[in-house]
């Protein structure tokens, strides 16, 4: 990573007291040079003592709301809200109690589920929750619970904007859920066998097709007979299958959103494969969330600064009438970043950090700007 990278001016836009940003600051760039959420690679890549930074980091976890900060970056003027669930494989945690099994029934571990908005084709993480088999049979939640959970993080702020989500949220209960608290959503359809049941207006049951190279909108369907939805399949030409988009939104706004997020995906790649998300682990759960929060913190900066650094070298983007070069299109902004040596002086560095730090204090307090140029 680049050295001429100060955090501490990004963690006093974020965090009320100097104290507290002074010590995130330290966190966060420890979390950028180990590449890695575990606390023992962090300690021992921060500035100071290794024993002394790791008790520093405890006492920070435990004592500031750090989900509460991360909240800060919803965007208000989102088009839209993602989540993203992501497996942790933890297959030698058998002692911890918020490590259960996932999907495969056999694998032990738990889920993160991140809600982001977009930011220039990627996204920016502001809320999350993590829970898994165990925490669901401990207690009288449900997956669907624990998915609302992560949802009232961000209710209020929602507005008539949609949730855009995955297969895994494909469900009737979830379905009801929203359409009751008439909270719009474009969910790409899991589609497998024997796959979800629609019907018509007159209770005909309904069957999905759509040809090679081909579109088709099935508006006015109703998902296991309850649920009034609009269905669009596309099947592109090279794809070994179609994809299916169910919504309430109008079907062509729905498909154009839920593209838009294909491209997306990119972010929480990066979030495991460049800064090590997949390496948290903590006894208690708490604790986890905390430094789950603290990567999310650390990405968020990361990519303001990779983006605008992509734009400098392999510019500009294509969004303000650019013509990229090929590196642009093939490495995120945060690979370049992390990744990458950086082929701009000091000074010009410095001078692109003033300027994303002004757009990341615009984040914060609720304004966005589309691009940043100095």
């Not at 495991?272 to 969330?289: A, C, F, S, V, W």
């Not at 650094?309 to 945060?334: I, T």
Request: with cysteine; hydrophobic share 40%.
């Amino acid at each position: 990573m680049n050295k001429c990278i100060k955090i501490l001016p990004f963690t006093q836009e974020l965090f009320d007291q100097d104290e507290q940003a002074q010590k995130a600051a330290r966190i966060l760039q420890g979390i950028l040079e180990a590449r890695s959420g575990r606390m023992t690679h962090i300690a021992h890549r921060m500035d100071r003592n290794p024993a002394g930074d790791y008790k520093m980091m405890q006492r920070f976890i435990k004592q500031v709301d750090i989900k509460r900060v991360l909240l800060r970056l919803f965007q208000e003027d989102a088009e839209f809200v993602i989540e993203d669930p992501t497996e942790m494989e933890r297959s030698q945690a058998r002692k911890t109690d918020y490590v259960g099994t996932l999907s495969d029934g056999n694998t032990r571990g738990y889920w993160i589920m991140t809600l982001a908005t977009p930011y220039r084709g990627r996204a920016i993480p502001c809320s999350f929750v993590t829970y898994s088999s165990q925490t669901i049979n401990r207690g009288i939640n449900s997956r669907n619970q624990e998915h609302n959970r992560a949802f009232a993080s961000v209710k209020q702020l929602l507005g008539e904007r949609p949730l855009v989500l995955d297969r895994e949220f494909s469900y009737l209960e979830l379905l009801k859920n929203l359409t009751a608290e008439q909270v719009h959503f474009v969910i790409r359809l899991n589609k497998g066998h024997p796959g979800p049941s629609f019907t018509d207006e007159e209770g005909q049951e309904v069957k999905l097709n759509v040809g090679m190279g081909k579109k088709v909108i099935y508006p006015n369907l109703y998902y296991l007979g309850q649920v009034r939805v609009h269905v669009i399949g596309i099947w592109r030409r090279g794809l070994s299958r179609p994809l299916w988009v169910m919504t309430d939104l109008d079907p062509q706004e729905g498909l154009r959103i839920d593209l838009h997020r294909m491209k997306i995906e990119q972010s929480f790649k990066d979030l495991k494969d460049l800064l090590g998300i997949t390496k948290i682990m903590n006894q208690r759960q708490h604790y986890m969330e905390q430094m789950v929060a603290l990567i999310h913190l650390a990405y968020s900066i990361v990519l303001l600064i990779g983006e605008t650094v992509r734009d400098r070298v392999y510019g500009p983007p294509p969004d303000v009438g650019g013509e990229p070069g090929k590196h642009w299109q093939l490495y995120s902004g945060p690979f370049i970043l992390l990744r990458q040596k950086i082929p701009l002086s000091n000074h010009d560095f410095r001078l692109l950090l003033r300027d994303v730090l002004f757009s990341f204090s615009c984040l914060v307090f609720g304004i966005v700007p589309t691009h940043v140029l100095s």
